[in-house]
């Protein structure tokens, strides 16, 4: 019946911030934008990205598919500024816990150690 997506919820939880639901459906939020970008019927999206069979419960189905599309193009507008910024609940990789921070003279200016003279 097409590639199902592994789980989701009928609909995805409604917040004014990504959610957890949102980092783990992105895959299939893209789907859906393409589809509707293709023109593609919400039947034949629904069938494919979300393994549903729209003649068994078409009302199901369709709100499926809206309440998918309409976050997914939240994220297009809104919800992808948080992907830019780092998050704060992800602490840093421990691979770069141990990188010296470097401190900038207040004036900006870099300068190459190794080509000072020592006076």
């Known amino acids: 019946m097409g590639q199902k997506t592994s789980s989701f919820l009928d609909e995805p939880p409604i917040s004014q911030s ?3 639901y949102d980092r783990e459906h992105m895959a299939l939020y893209l789907r859906l934008l393409d589809s ?3 023109g593609a019927a919400w039947q034949e999206a629904v ?3 979300f393994g549903l069979d729209p003649s068994h419960d078409p009302q199901r189905c369709r709100h499926v598919h809206d309440t998918h599309l309409a976050r ?4 297009t507008e809104q919800g992808y500024r948080e992907l830019t910024r ?3 609940d992800c602490p840093m990789p421990a691979r770069h816990r141990s990188l010296p921070i470097v401190q900038l003279p207040p004036d900006g200016s870099v300068r190459n150690p190794s080509s000072s ?3």
Request: positive net charge; without cysteine.
């Open 18 to 20: 990504l959610t957890s």
């Open 36 to 38: 509707a970008r293709d």
């Open 47 to 49: 069938q494919v990205i």
């Open 72 to 75: 997914a193009r939240w994220m």
């Open 86 to 88: 780092p998050r704060i």
């Open 117 to 119: 003279t020592s006076t």
